[in-house]
């Protein structure tokens, strides 16, 4: 499976930006996509999830109500719409792949993602 990134940008603080994920190869395997995030000096961080079936978002509690995860399966992507961005948010952003193995929701941890995509830098100023 490979995971393509793409949207990150520079935008100022209550911004918003959309970034996107398409995979490609054995795309069956794959059971949830989502994001984490790494910013400078911090360790990886899980942002958000959806199950590839269900469609069901999960969330980290820094990001609820203001990050919308979404997806086409037609077109193997996924979608992450963030809205009142702040100077906190800036990270590299990474596209993640999680199988059938992973539990929903307690198993959204960076040792049980499968496949990873490059980052994507958001950024955003104050």
């Known amino acids: 499976v490979q995971l393509q990134a793409s949207g990150g940008g520079l935008v100022q603080a209550g911004g918003s930006l959309r970034l996107s994920c398409v995979a490609s190869?054995?795309?069956?395997?794959?059971?949830?996509l989502g994001w984490f995030r790494q910013a400078p000096g911090k360790e990886r961080e899980f942002v958000t999830a959806i199950n590839n079936i269900g469609g069901r978002p999960y969330y980290a509690d820094s990001v609820k109500d203001r990050f919308t995860i979404s997806r086409d399966n037609a077109k193997n992507t996924v979608y992450l719409q963030m809205i009142s961005l702040k100077p906190e948010d800036t990270a590299v952003y990474y596209c993640?792949?999680?199988?059938?193995?992973?539990?929903?929701?307690?198993?959204?941890?960076?040792?049980?993602?499968?496949?990873w995509g490059q980052g994507t830098q958001v950024t955003v100023s104050s």
């Open positions: 993640a792949a999680f199988d059938f193995r992973t539990p929903y929701g307690s198993g959204f941890n960076q040792d049980n993602v499968n496949y």
């Open positions: 190869g054995r795309t069956f395997s794959i059971n949830n």
